[in-house]
């Protein structure tokens, strides 16, 4: 849930990077700024979008699977690499993702960048980003750790996998 919250509220970051020319810090609290007060409002158009981008790859992957059809590749092969025309249908669904991914990307963005000028437009004045910048301080802080303690304990369990298996492979060679 912290990660919904920043991400949120880092949201507009590449806006206000590029657009703005703010550097670091400055943008992150810049785009806090913009989505302060309307925390909702903006997620939930987030959310509109993802649901509309999910539902036109879901449609071309229809069109897809109806296209494979018609010329007997099943969509499905692709699980099957002796099945034939699996390496056809591979192919055809990579240029279609591509195709989709060149329409759909740039109407992602587009949207969003509407979404910023919005914001941008109707923002309130003189908003205190002091708690937002320690929040944020914070919250990279905790991650830092978790990932050091994830990355210490990953090769901590392999090797007690490991010990395990050979004290149970000697107690049977035995």
Not at 8 to 31: H, N, P, Q, R
Not at 67 to 95: K, R
Not at 133 to 143: D, H, R
Request: proline share 3%; net charge positive; aromatic share 12%.
């Amino acid at each position: 849930f912290p990660v919904t919250i920043v991400g949120l509220y880092a949201s507009m970051y590449l806006f206000t990077l590029v657009i703005d020319g703010k550097k670091g810090f400055s943008s992150l609290t810049e785009s806090y700024s913009l989505v302060h007060g309307r925390w909702w409002p903006v997620l939930g158009r987030i959310v509109l979008l993802g649901i509309v981008m999910m539902i036109a790859w879901v449609a071309l992957w229809a069109i897809v699977s109806g296209i494979g059809a018609i010329f007997g590749l099943h969509f499905f092969s692709l699980a099957n690499p002796s099945a034939s025309g699996s390496t056809a249908m591979f192919i055809f669904s990579a240029i279609i993702n591509l195709i989709g991914t060149c329409i759909l990307a740039p109407i992602g963005m587009g949207y969003t960048y509407k979404l910023y000028e919005s914001l941008k437009a109707t923002r309130e004045a003189n908003i205190q980003t002091k708690t937002f910048k320690k929040w944020l301080i914070g919250f990279i802080c905790v991650g830092v750790v978790a990932i050091v303690i994830m990355l210490i304990s990953i090769p901590l369990v392999a090797m007690s996998v490991a010990r395990s298996k050979a004290i149970q492979a000697s107690q049977n060679a035995q």
